[in-house]
């Protein structure tokens, strides 16, 4: 299986570059995934498609302002940071641009030179390794000096952050927003867990995965890139609960996916577990966690969509994605959803 498979024609406006005003307001496709038979409705729709007794499962990860712009100490050359895994000890893995300008025992400075950066080691892909030096607390200071990092894809700036953040980010560490639950508001769960349906909660920390494209033909040479996660025990019981009353267990969103499928391939049950994943899932792999899917549009051949296609079949997604080109909806993070049933 090839990376073109999943390929599909997407014309550039059909990208979204802002969120909507209202976050349930956007279109929401339900797909079959047995039949591939589809229906056309709006995201608050959600509800009527959930049932009580389902379990929600949502990724409760916190986007870090984690696109920083500085300068080389010595040469004042501009240098762009994207903070992608924290290694504890003030040490942070991160994507540099352009690295081939910053080498083992360079530093760079940032803002009024309250945060510097002290490269440690250089890897593959641009990534090096960096020790923070900063007075005060970490957070603060990245708040005051960060951005939001947008995918390249999104050319507009964002005029409110927190519409890169779901309503329930709660666990900071992601490097990128878990999109599927930007369509969630407060309101919409409050009405969802009044019906009876649970809510769980897990976090997985959303990392360079995201912003790298799979360069390989052959996708089963594709390696992911490791990402933490971490599943409660109260999590864990609540959704074997859920299975064995004969109900669904819903993820939201991919990572959510990853996470579940992570711990269900290694135990071949819920359970308490955390650590890091680099679980790459494409047709020919069996979900077994999940039992129904939301998630948005996602990039031509993405690991993203091969994800979808394993849950569903490529025949099925790439239908509905043609279907969704044709309708106009609107893709990737600030774009509309898909409910795979």
Same mark, same amino acid.
């Given at each position: ?30 797909v ?5 038979d ?15 007794g ?11 302002p984690?696109?920083?712009i500085?300068?080389k ?14 290694? #504890?000890?003030?040490?942070?893995? &991160?994507?540099? *641009?352009?690295?081939?300008? /910053?080498? !083992?025992? @360079? +530093?760079i400075?940032? %803002?009024? #030179?309250?945060?510097?950066?002290? &490269?440690?080691? *250089?890897?593959?892909?641009? /990534?090096? !390794?960096? @020790? +923070?030096?900063?007075? %005060?607390?970490?957070?603060e ?15 507009e700036?964002?005029?409110d ?6 309503v ?12 599927a ?15 009876g349906i ?65 711990i ?14 680099d679980?790459?899932l ?10 129904g ?7 031509p051949?993405s ?6 296609s ?7 997604i ?18 509309d ?5």
């Amino acid at each position: 299986m090839t990376t073109d498979d999943f390929d599909y024609y997407l014309p550039e406006e059909l990208i979204a570059q802002t969120p909507i005003k209202e976050r349930d307001a956007s279109r929401l496709m339900i797909v079959d995934r047995k039949t591939g038979d589809i229906t056309h409705k709006h995201f608050y729709d959600i509800i009527d498609y959930l049932n009580e007794g389902d379990a929600l499962v949502l990724n409760n990860t916190k986007v870090l302002p984690a696109r920083l712009i500085g300068e080389k100490e010595k040469t004042k050359a501009v240098i762009e940071v994207l903070l992608l895994k924290d290694q #504890g000890n003030n040490m942070w893995e &991160c994507l540099v *641009k352009p690295a081939r300008r /910053i080498h !083992v025992g @360079e +530093a760079i400075t940032f %803002g009024d #030179g309250s945060l510097v950066f002290l &490269c440690k080691e *250089k890897k593959d892909e641009g /990534i090096c !390794v960096f @020790e +923070a030096k900063y007075e %005060g607390i970490f957070y603060e200071i990245l708040d005051k000096l960060g951005s939001m990092p947008l995918p390249p894809y999104i050319h507009e700036k964002l005029s409110d952050k927190d519409r890169y953040q779901t309503v329930y980010a709660k666990e900071i560490g992601s490097a990128a927003a878990p999109t599927a639950g930007l369509h969630f508001t407060q309101e919409l769960l409050d009405k969802i867990s009044a019906k009876g349906i649970k809510i769980v909660y897990l976090t997985l920390h959303v990392g360079l995965g995201t912003f790298r494209p799979v360069k390989v033909q052959n996708i089963k040479d594709h390696k992911m890139h490791s990402e933490f996660y971490s599943l409660s025990a109260e999590a864990a019981k609540v959704l074997t609960e859920t299975r064995a009353s004969g109900k669904r267990v819903i993820a939201v969103g991919t990572t959510s996916t990853r996470t579940l499928e992570t711990i269900y391939q290694k135990y071949n049950c819920y359970k308490a577990a955390s650590g890091f994943t680099d679980i790459f899932l494409y047709p020919g792999i069996e979900i077994k966690s999940i039992d129904g899917l939301i998630t948005n549009f996602h990039l031509p051949k993405s690991t993203l969509i091969m994800l979808v296609s394993a849950f569903a079949s490529k025949d099925i997604i790439l239908n509905s994605y043609n279907i969704a080109v044709k309708d106009k909806y609107r893709f990737f993070s600030f774009g509309d959803a898909m409910f795979l049933k």
